[in-house]
């Protein structure tokens, strides 16, 4: 646990309600230790969150190895979204406590392709419906089919 981050005061997990099928979200794979969701707020072509299966709320919670296995998600991430949409930039932020900019209190990576003019939007973005981000999943997917899953 974190001793001075202020965290959100968002009641029950968002991320833990949709890994455990509570609330209905496109999670696009999914292992013991990470899951990659596809948000419903697209801020980039595509938009991914990248968190660890177990609640922990900032990057300064993570043990060691989740630590590791993070990062492996958010390239393999990274390396989907640039195979599938040919973007010419992929961003990758993170934020930790509400000055910071965290809305949920469980540590998420942010993955997203630019947008055509460059960059992403930061701004207010219409949330998709699930369908909607279930499509951009099988397109991901089939992208993730064909890369090899380390590169040396």
Known sequence: MTDSIQLPDDGSCAFCA????IRPYT?????????????REQRGIA?????????????LDLSDDESGAVMVAVREAARAI????????????????VPAGQSISHVHF???????????EWGNVPEL???????LA???????????SEQE
Request: overall charge negative.
């Open 138 to 148: 099988d397109k991901l997917r089939a992208a993730m089919s064909d890369l090899p």
């Open 27 to 39: 999670v696009l794979s999914r292992d013991d230790v990470t899951a990659t969701l596809v948000t």
């Open 110 to 120: 942010h993955v997203a392709g630019t947008l055509p003019g460059g960059r992403t």
């Open 82 to 97: 640039d195979r599938a949409e040919g973007r010419p930039g992929i961003a990758v932020w993170q934020n930790n406590g």
């Open 18 to 21: 949709y890994l455990n099928g």
């Open 47 to 59: 938009h991914l969150l990248v968190i660890p299966v177990r609640h922990v709320e900032t990057i």
């Open 129 to 135: 419906p699930v369908s909607e981000t279930d499509t």
